[in-house]
């Protein structure tokens, strides 16, 4: 666990030179798995969006600047690639016995590194505090599937912490969290990997969906916004399962979305480390980390930056997978142009991210966006509710108004009274047969091409609905 780790003075300002400094104080937040499991169904990877019944929505790098105070302007996350070993050797001071396939394991760092003393000379500092970074990227924005290794092509970057804190390390997060996202939504896959406190979080301000109950009022006026999510809950989250979430985001309304999260919330003086690479929320470039490439898609989400959303364009193809030799890449403005190969339009697109800003447009029809959204999407996620399942919720329902009805002393009533609650009672009669006959009709429309002898839905005659609603 990442509060296991003692930073001294003298770490923490390397940290912060590093890139993070906010990043580090976000503490452990418990994730809600139904949740993710619920978002990550309506993951599009062709299109790096949720698709959702209000249109399409994304995790920006506008979310991950707030929500994780991590920067997303500078270079590429990428690196000279170098024997494991010999990196551990050169920037720890120590191999672990166990390194296989360039991965480090957690425990290991933080049983070798979790304690740097006060009066250390300046290389062990330094040695400690490159353990503590790759422990924290690799139990956060890049966390593995095992959940319990990091891979050592990390440790290059912080060899010099004033130039770690150079790297677009923000963007990195979200092309590796696009990937991981896109990786979990295929059948093959039962797992999930990279930022889920981003994923997490960014549902809690933009959808109010699964959002916990606290003991205290959520954090305002702190930053990171991870911090507003601080905290114990008062109890379990009530119907937190996937079902209940399925059903939740299936009746989203643009009314239930908060567009602009962000435009009421306190802002603490740190936020102007930010404000100036904001702009890049609404950059149609690629967010590169290592071999990974993600392109990064606001036009398809521009209520999300308070613009009028028209039919986006086709999605542009791009190469993935980043490719680069053994000795490395020095990523400057020169040599990207003398790139040669299927990446150098990737690359190209980050280092131009600037000039790629969506403007908003005037005159644009949000109902033709709508409509052409319904015929490419599929829109609802759940599956519907059972006639067996609906009619027992109804009854109870029922029984409910019929135990109040019955409460009630008729002998006091005038004849007025008494004539009012018996036409609540053929009322709600009424309603409950209605919506049987109508439950039944719905579920034959989507039965099966094969004929079945007898209808497995329950029939109802009227008197045995009479006689479940008086017994």
């Not at 447009?361 to 709508?370: A, C, L, P, R």
């Amino acid at each position: 666990m990442l509060e296991q780790w003692k930073l001294t003075p003298k770490q923490i300002e390397l940290v912060e030179k590093a890139g993070f400094g906010y990043f580090r104080m976000i503490p452990t937040i418990s994730l809600d798995n139904a949740l993710i499991s619920a978002l990550v169904e309506r993951w599009r990877k062709e299109t790096n969006t949720f698709h959702l019944p209000v249109g399409e929505m994304t995790i920006t790098l506008e979310d991950v600047a707030l929500i994780l105070g991590l920067p997303i302007d500078g270079k590429p996350v990428m690196g000279v690639t170098r024997p494991p070993g010999n990196v551990c050797e050169n920037l720890l001071g120590k191999v672990p016995e166990d390194l296989t396939g360039g991965m480090l394991k957690l425990t290991w760092l933080k049983e070798s590194f979790s304690k740097c003393p006060e009066d250390a000379p300046v290389e062990e500092i330094e040695r400690h505090t490159r353990a503590y970074l790759l422990y924290l990227v690799g139990c956060t924005i890049f966390s593995t599937t095992t959940g319990n290794k990091v891979s050592a092509m990390y440790l290059p970057l912080f060899k010099n912490f004033d130039e770690a804190g150079k790297f677009a390390w923000g963007a990195a997060a979200l092309a590796f969290l696009y990937r991981a996202l896109g990786n979990a939504s295929l059948k093959s896959q039962s797992t999930i990997s990279g930022s889920l406190t981003l994923l997490q979080c960014w549902s809690y301000y933009r959808l109010n969906v699964g959002n916990p109950k606290f003991n205290q009022e959520p954090n305002d006026g702190f930053f990171p916004f991870a911090l507003r999510w601080k905290g114990r809950a008062t109890g379990p989250r009530s119907n937190s399962n996937i079902v209940t979430y399925r059903k939740a985001l299936d009746s989203l309304q643009p009314s239930d979305v908060k567009w602009l999260p962000y435009r009421d919330l306190d802002y603490s003086p740190e936020m102007e480390d930010f404000k100036e690479s904001l702009i890049l929320r609404a950059s149609e470039t690629v967010l590169i980390c290592f071999d990974k490439a993600e392109r990064h898609l606001p036009d398809r989400c521009l209520r999300q930056f308070g613009m009028l959303q028209p039919i986006p364009k086709d999605v542009q193809r791009w190469e993935r997978k980043i490719r680069f030799s053994d000795q490395g890449l020095d990523v400057t403005k020169e040599t990207i142009l003398q790139l040669k190969g299927k990446n150098q339009a990737e690359l190209k697109e980050w280092m131009d991210r600037r000039l790629h800003i969506i403007k908003d447009e005037e005159s644009v029809d949000e109902s033709m966006y709508m409509e052409w959204y319904e015929r490419i999407t599929r829109k609802f996620v759940g599956r519907p509710e059972s006639l067996e399942s609906e009619f027992q919720r109804i009854v109870t329902a029922m029984r409910e108004i019929a135990d109040i009805a019955d409460s009630l002393l008729k002998d006091e009533m005038g004849f007025q009274d008494r004539q009012s609650l018996d036409e609540i009672k053929n009322t709600a009669l009424s309603s409950l047969m209605d919506v049987v006959e109508d439950s039944k009709r719905s579920r034959r429309k989507i039965a099966t091409k094969r004929k079945r002898e007898d209808d497995p839905s329950p029939t109802i005659s009227k008197e045995a609905a009479l006689d479940v609603w008086m017994h």
